[in-house]
């Protein structure tokens, strides 16, 4: 059987004096798209953080991709939360360009290679007609493109992005959605997908990761996105719905 591509056992993530999460033991199989949902403050940002070694284990253990975090980061593309702002003169071009020539001394070079990845990547959410102007003179949805894309270069095996819906239009939110299921299942590549929308990403994830009070819970839409369990994960009464389109309701007073 494959190897699967994340486990945490055991594992506890604090930051400063607090613990965001404890007692977490999950395992993802390879290929498996997982959509990460939870609270604000509930401890997504940590947990991709934590798997790109970027945020220490303070018990239990992580692996990823069969090996330490922080060991395989040429496999793993990521897309951090955007805080926008940056590089507003640079065009679209510069900032997919930017991750790949790092390892190079002297003046920015993209081989052919380098310029077909880019090509590839932007194609696969749209993008294309965005990557000659620059970051300045686009809108937050259309930025937020650009950088989904620049995680995608060279079809990384783990693909771990930080609420990447955030500014699209639902329609736009929908389509980069959908793009990003048919690719990862295309490549075979596994994705850890955080957002506030879980509604966004139905049909297109196998599995929910939902994390609230510490405490993870890794299934099915159908495991997980129950008023029993999401009532037990937030400690509160929480209803879950679904409308006859589908489309999942969730309600409390505490959320
Ligand atoms: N640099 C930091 N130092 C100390 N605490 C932090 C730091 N960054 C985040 N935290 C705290 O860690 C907790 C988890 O934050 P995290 O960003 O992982 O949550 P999240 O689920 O991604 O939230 P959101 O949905 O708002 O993006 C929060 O309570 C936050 O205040």
Known sequence: MAEPAVTCENVMLSRGERDILS??????????????????????????????????VARGRITVLGDAPGACSAQ???????????GASL?????LGSGMSGNRWGIPWRSRADT??????LDAVDATALADRRLGALSGGERQRLLI???????????L????????????MRDVAERLGRIAKQRG?????????????????????YVARGQARLGTVDEVMTTEGLS??????????????????????AL
Not at 116 to 121: G, M
């Open 189 to 209: 590549m596994t994705v850890i997908c955080s957002a506030h929308d879980i509604n966004a990403l139905m049909g297109v994830m196998d599995s929910v990761l």
């Open 76 to 86: 793993i593309g990521y897309m951090p939360q955007s805080r926008g702002g940056n």
């Open 161 to 172: 992005l930080d609420e990447p819906l955030a500014s699209l239009d639902p329609v736009r």
């Open 23 to 56: 007692g977490v033991s999950l395992s993802v199989p390879e290929g498996c798209f997982v959509g990460l949902f939870g609270p604000n403050g509930g401890g997504k940002t940590t947990l991709l953080r934590a798997l790109l070694g970027l945020q220490p």
């Open 232 to 253: 037990a994960l937030y400690g509160a009464p929480v209803e879950v719905c679904r409308a006859p389109s589908g489309r999942l309701l969730v309600s409390a007073d």
């Open 149 to 159: 894309a620049q995680a995608l270069i060279g079809w990384p095996r783990l693909l």
């Open 91 to 95: 065009t679209g071009w510069d900032l």
């Open 116 to 121: 077909l990845a880019i090509r590839e990547a």
